[in-house]
């Protein structure tokens, strides 16, 4: 589940708080270009950054380059974006190293992801950036078959931020692959506190249960999840579980 590589891409990619206001306006254009033809961004910020654009036309070739899904391209981009940021000093570093790590999620490269995310996180000053870091670097090291230190990273993030995006969601998979179910239930029921309605929460809650053998809770966990959402991943898969599929 590559949640944070998903939402990196939706429309144009998140902006940069705070792009010089001489560039706001030629940064948010270049943005708008992202979304309606990425090639043609592309060409913009390049020749923008030929003009001294800095990381603001870096930043947005790089979100060109991935929309385009020319990995390779987008990955060097937004690493000399991330640099030219920690140059500056300006602040964005952080959230540009962790874009950066989306993107290679998307790119099928977890390892790559890992180093970009260990730059980011001494940048991010704590709190709930470094949470939501923690928690992209636990999906990253999943794919890499280090459940351990992923499970670390996950405990580091719900109690950073205990309202971390996808947290405790993860951390109640992350447990029950792991077999640790007294974990898995006690993470499962903080996420249905945050989303209750939410199917992924109650296909996981179902997973769960099927796991230590409790068919009946599984079942009412999986109706809930085809209720809350039937053509989400989620909840196709309840159904599949449901009908044994």
């Not at 870091?133 to 109690?159: F, P, Q, S």
């Amino acid at each position: 589940m590559k949640f944070v590589a998903v939402l990196l891409l939706c429309a144009a990619g998140p902006a940069l708080a705070a792009p010089m206001a001489s560039d706001r306006s030629r940064y948010n254009a270049c943005l708008a270009q992202v979304k309606s033809d990425p090639g043609r961004a592309v060409a913009i910020a390049q020749a923008w950054r030929i003009e001294n654009g800095g990381v603001p036309a870096l930043h947005c070739q790089a979100l060109a380059e991935a929309a385009r899904k020319d990995w390779p391209a987008a990955l060097k981009t937004f690493e000399r974006a991330a640099r030219a940021s920690e140059q500056a000093a300006d602040g964005q570093a952080a959230t540009i190293w962790g874009q950066a790590a989306a993107t290679a999620m998307l790119a099928e490269q977890p390892a790559a992801a890992v180093t970009y995310i260990d730059t980011a996180i001494p940048l991010a000053g704590g709190g709930a950036a470094e949470a939501q870091l923690r928690v992209d670097r636990a999906e990253a090291l999943v794919d890499l078959k280090r459940d351990k230190e992923a499970a670390a990273d996950l405990e580091r993030a719900t109690t950073l931020d205990p309202a971390v995006e996808w947290g405790w969601l993860l951390r109640a998979t992350l447990a029950r692959r792991m077999g640790d179910f007294k974990a898995a239930e006690a993470a499962i029921l903080e996420a249905a506190k945050q989303a209750p309605d939410s199917a992924e929460v109650q296909y996981e809650a179902g997973n769960i249960a099927a796991a230590q053998g409790n068919k009946e809770l599984a079942r009412t966990a999986w109706e809930a999840a085809v209720g809350a959402d039937r053509d989400s991943t989620a909840g196709k898969a309840a159904q599949a579980a449901l009908t044994g599929g």
